[in-house]
């Protein structure tokens, strides 16, 4: 099994940036895939960024062309950079490897 924990998020203004970093620790070889989640207050949970090991990308329209997800290896962390960013960014966002588990969250707040 793997652990995960988020860390970077925080309050800005809007169209400043945030980077996230999620660690991995645990059978970090057996992660394939690295997902990024938001949940906003009231609202479902939603994918919105995705990482296969072979360098394949997934973003969610919500987030493409501003966010990008990457990794290092040597780090086991993953990273959410976050460009742009608007008040309906402002959500608690999680890492997950699916069927396996998620990190506990990162609060970013993002004000007008």
């Known amino acids: 099994q793997v652990q995960l924990v988020e860390s970077g998020g925080g309050s800005v203004q809007a169209g400043e940036s945030l980077r996230l970093s999620c660690v991995a620790s645990?059978?970090?070889?057996?992660?394939?895939?690295l997902q990024w989640h938001r949940q906003a207050p009231g609202m479902e949970r939603k994918l919105i960024a995705g990482l296969i090991n072979d360098g394949s990308t997934m973003y969610s329209d919500l987030v493409k062309g501003r966010f990008t997800i990457s990794r290092d290896a040597a780090k086991n962390t993953w990273y959410l950079q976050m460009n742009d960013l608007q008040p309906n960014d402002t959500a608690i966002y999680f890492c997950?490897?699916?069927?396996?588990?998620w990190g506990q969250g990162t609060q970013v707040t993002v004000s007008a």
């Open positions: 645990g059978r970090v070889d057996l992660i394939q895939i």
């Open positions: 997950s490897v699916p069927f396996d588990s």
